[in-house]
């Protein structure tokens, strides 16, 4: 804003000059003479390559034509204004009283650029001009102006180039028109900028206080507005401008910001979807003057939805850093997940395909702790969640402290991480969700009653959620507690063999699941699970495509029919097709080869049986052979098989007969024959 006081005084040097020598000097010796006075004033070049033609009607004044003002030495960024032409008219009958009254001031065409240094010090800053202080040089021409008065200023089809060698930032803005009053001397002053761009336009409309105090650093009261298509805003406050500082409060409301990004030259679609609009912020905002922004009693509306906000934004790193708290009562975001309470219709057209933008987690870094209530998310409701958000880099961590969803608990965090292509990761714990909640509301699924606890580690990647769905890799266990599964009585099927026991009334009660999966290419694989009944366990193996939304699972109950032995009967059951519209049929085919293997194991211990029976006759009978052999002489003592008296007898005769082989024994008495 002090630019533009600094510049209107600066060029009206040329007032003062052209209209002293209006009727004394040819226009040219006038331009030469005004060129002069206002560099020794300033302490900038001005070069006039046009005619300056004088005024008399309706105020007395001149047009200078081809004006060009020099920057500040050492700036490479051209000069600070070049115009078509400048038509000034003052009031004369005020000069001669030595008040400069300004009737009309019209810059056509000019091209201006304001240029901040690395120290922070405007291109717009003259020597001599708006300075009260400033000391009178050898002619005396660099004493202050007189009070100045502007009826109106006019500056029309400017084009604007503001560069921030500190924050190095270069911004150049076409189509601006600038509309500046000032009815009393350094007093309250109205300003209106308007851009007329690529179609679309904008307009900014400001009240000061006090133009002497803000040119002299003060501050002063400030009310201001813009508006342009889809979009306003509004500040009422105080502001400063040396050093820049601020405070007041602040209010914006955005229903579309696509024609101001038009405006700006950035077109293209429409970048806040339906359900955030209109995206509206009020509160009580105050920038430092060391840069840093603060926001109290902040309310952000997106869409439907209320957030609370106190925060705090610095501009000392690499990109913004965010700290503070996030509270809100409720949120809904249904109109961003695109689903709904019932997952049903998610089975049917599988997961959203639109291409997710995460770039928004590369603007700043943050450090946020949040408190909300119930949330919507589409895909279930979450009564309340107690975490904090930290941003680093653009990667995004929500941190778990304590949610409650589905009468149960979770914790842990959730990860999205868009370094290098948007990958999302966390790791969880549930604890005592309602299973009934959960899968009717996440899924559509009002089959299975009861409680679950459940970790879960998993990673996926993709530009959409169709394709993180099917990229998911990880692991986890699932512990549910007693519970029912409606739609199917499993103890009826095994007792009567009747497939038909499925649908509305019938059901399975059922004391514990418990299972561990893996994850990999967006596929659950499961291998152990087990239902625990009172009358008879199920156990299943299978898959889950969850990319697909289908299954392909077995589950084999098991009904006991003998407690001591443990034989039970077993008849398979295929889960399979949609989630959505899952089907249910008995694996006939499974059964079949169940009981085919059951009749090969008893056939096999009979054979084992038989073969038993026929070892121990053969060996009866090689026994009693080797005993009549013997003169049937062995008799067992006590203790002793037949078997171990007969090998006892053969043992003892070969050692007799080996020692009379060596002479080391008796011969047998002779024979009675003999």
Do not use: C, K
């Not at 930290?390 to 589905?406: H, K, Q, S, Y």
């Not at 067992?636 to 007898?649: D, F, I, R, V």
Request: glycine share 14%.
């Amino acid at each position: 804003m002090r630019w533009i006081f600094r510049l209107l005084g600066a060029l009206l040097v040329l007032v003062i000059l052209a209209v002293g020598a209006l009727f004394l000097l040819p226009a040219d010796r006038i331009a030469n003479l005004a060129a002069r006075q206002f560099e020794a004033a300033t302490g900038r070049a001005l070069t006039i390559d046009g005619d300056v033609t004088p005024t008399f009607w309706p105020v007395l004044g001149a047009r200078v034509e081809r004006v060009t003002l020099a920057n500040v030495a050492g700036s490479d960024a051209g000069p600070m204004l070049v115009a078509d032409s400048v038509d000034l008219g003052v009031d004369l009958s005020q000069l001669i009283q030595g008040n400069l009254v300004v009737r009309r001031f019209e810059a056509r065409q000019p091209q201006i650029v304001l240029e901040r240094d690395a120290n922070g010090v405007g291109n717009w800053n003259f020597a001599g001009v708006g300075d009260q202080n400033a000391p009178t040089g050898e002619a005396g021409t660099r004493s202050a102006l007189p009070p100045i008065v502007l009826d109106r200023a006019q500056i029309e089809g400017a084009s604007l180039r503001y560069i921030d060698r500190q924050a190095g930032t270069d911004v150049t803005v076409q189509g601006v028109s600038i509309d500046l009053t000032m009815p009393e001397s350094g007093g309250a002053a109205t300003l209106r900028i308007a851009i007329d761009r690529n179609g679309q336009q904008a307009e900014v409309n400001a009240r000061l206080g006090s133009v002497s105090d803000l040119i002299a650093g003060e501050v002063v009261a400030v009310s201001a507005s813009i508006r342009a298509e889809g979009a306003q805003g509004s500040f009422e406050g105080r502001a400063g401008l040396e050093p820049v500082a601020a405070e007041g409060r602040l209010s914006i409301d955005i229903s579309r910001l696509g024609p101001a990004l038009e405006l700006a030259g950035a077109g293209g679609a429409e970048p806040i979807p339906e359900a955030a609009r209109p995206l509206t912020l009020g509160g009580q905002l105050t920038l430092a003057p060391t840069g840093s922004l603060h926001l109290r009693e902040g309310l952000v509306g997106i869409g439907a939805n209320r957030l609370r906000l106190a925060l705090d934004t610095t501009f000392d790193g690499p990109r913004p850093n965010i700290a503070g708290q996030i509270s809100a009562d409720g949120l809904d975001l249904t109109g961003f997940s695109g689903g709904s309470n019932s997952g049903a219709s998610s089975g049917a057209s599988g997961w959203p395909t639109t291409r997710i933008d995460a770039s928004a987690l590369g603007l700043a870094d943050a450090q946020i702790g949040l408190t909300l209530g119930p949330v919507n998310t589409g895909f279930g409701i979450i009564d309340a969640t107690r975490g904090s958000l930290t941003i680093d880099r653009a990667r995004a961590v929500l941190g778990l402290n304590e949610v409650r969803a589905f009468d149960g608990t979770l914790s842990g965090e959730l990860v999205a991480n868009n370094r290098n292509g948007l990958s999302v990761g966390g790791t969880l714990a549930l604890r005592n969700v309602s299973l009934m909640a959960l899968l009717r509301q996440a899924l559509g699924f009002e089959r299975l009653t009861g409680t679950a606890s459940a970790d879960l580690r998993f990673l996926g990647s993709g530009a959409s959620v169709d394709a993180i769905m099917r990229s998911l890799e990880g692991q986890g266990t699932l512990q549910f507690g007693q519970g029912e599964i409606q739609g199917i009585d499993l103890a009826a099927m095994f007792n009567n063999l009747d497939p038909s026991a499925l649908g509305a009334g019938s059901s399975t009660v059922y004391t514990s699941i418990g299972a561990s999966f893996t994850m990999a290419g967006g596929v659950l694989s499961n291998e152990d699970l087990l239902l625990d009944a009172p009358l008879f366990a199920v156990r299943g193996r299978g898959t889950a495509d969850l990319g697909g939304m289908t299954l392909n699972y077995r589950v084999t109950p098991e009904a006991m029919r003998n407690a001591e032995t443990g034989d039970a009967l077993r008849v398979p059951l295929l889960i399979t097709g949609p989630w959505s519209e899952p089907r249910f049929r008995l694996d006939l085919e499974g059964m079949a080869e169940q009981r085919l293997q059951e009749e090969r194991e008893r056939l096999e211990a009979r054979a084992q049986q038989e073969i038993q029976r026929l070892q121990d006759e053969a060996r009866a009978r090689a026994e009693q052979a080797i005993t009549e052999r013997l003169g049937g002489s062995v008799t067992p003592t006590e203790g002793q098989t037949p078997g171990e008296a007969l090998g006892q007898s053969l043992e003892d005769q070969a050692r007799q007969g080996l020692l009379r082989l060596l002479g080391g024994g008796s011969d047998p008495a002779p024979a009675a024959s003999e």
